[in-house]
């Protein structure tokens, strides 16, 4: 599976929207690009996924850009409780390996 | 969403004994299930793939021997820590893929189990 960069951390106020980057240059065609998210000592959570196209669901937009080497997860207005490690992850197969994600911090 | 459900949420055992960690999908059926372990302020690392009716599948490096997985049912996997020594304390993380295929990407994590090992 491809590898994945995202930056350690990043800091957001509350109400403003999260814009997380994750880059992915050797993904290949088949590998989808998946956004998890792992509050303090929880199990992660699943937030989106996509292939090619961007995607929108009721937690977050995932934009990959045309080559698809990279993404970006929008939280649109985040709020205390997405205070979080961020995991992006590309895969082709049920296997999710996690990298070390981003960790944001929202603050008031 | 799909419900993952995990038990004991924390174990604290001598060293020696084994452990028993259950890991269930309460409102789907889950033809796969995964492991998962994260030492603290670390990432979780993939143990072993469990699929039901059949053998799990380990990472390089987790020993089987140790670490037994039985997936009997489509709904429960468990995970057996044998003669658990103190570097085996950690966070202990299921997930489970469900059969929809709508949802054929989407794999459903348990709140984990955190033992410790005295």
Known sequence: DAKTTQPPSMDCAEGRAANLPCNHSTISGNEYVYWYRQIHSQGPQYIIHGLKNNETNEMASLIITEDRKSSTLILPHATLRDTAVYYCIVSFTDKLIFGTGTRLQVFP | GAVVSQHPSWVICKSGTSVKIECR????????????????????MLMATSNEGSKATYEQGVEKDKFLINHASLTLSTLTVTSAHPEDSSFYICSARGLTTDRGHEQFFGPGTRLTVL
């Open chain 2, 25 to 44: 999908s309460l409102d789907f059926q889950a033809t796969t299930m995964f492991w998962y372990r994260q030492f603290p302020k670390q990432s979780l």
